[in-house]
Nanobody
Framework: QVPLVESGGGLVQAGDSLRLSCAASGRIFRDYSVAWFRQAPGKEREFVAAMSWSDSRTAYADSMKGRFTISRDNAKNTVYLQMNSLKPEDTAVYYC?????????????????WGQGTQVTVSS
């Protein structure tokens, strides 16, 4: 198991920014692809962004391109999600996930390791 701990969520206004963090506790992210997903009440879990740890390739959901940026800090063994120009429809619980093999995927069922989630609420 790769324990993942998210932080950085909160209540913001439309147009504001937030940076979420995902720290791997006790393990390193080497050779893992890491992704962010989100889930709003009554909706399915949705892919947000992903990064391959080995070559730093990234992928984004179309609705997040240009607003969200996934990045990493090797020294801190942490992956970030910078979210700008937030909208009320971005309100959801955001989850960090990691998979050890197969590279980036947008399918949540292919990720074996998950954090507990952090709530992001954007008011209009």
């Amino acid at each position: 198991q790769v324990p993942l701990v998210e932080s950085g969520g909160g209540l913001v206004q439309a147009g504001d920014s937030l940076r979420l963090s995902c720290a791997a506790s006790g393990r390193i992210f080497r050779d893992y692809s890491v992704a962010w997903f989100r889930q709003a009440p009554g909706k399915e879990r949705e892919f947000v962004a992903a990064m391959s740890w080995s070559d730093s390739r990234t992928a984004y959901a179309d609705s997040m391109k240009g607003r969200f940026t996934i990045s990493r800090d090797n020294a801190k063994n942490t992956v970030y999600l910078q979210m700008n120009s937030l909208k009320p429809e971005d309100t959801a619980v955001y989850y960090c996930a990691a998979r050890g093999f197969g590279g980036i995927s947008v399918a949540p069922n292919l990720y074996a390791h998950w954090g507990q989630g952090t709530q992001v609420t954007v008011s209009s």
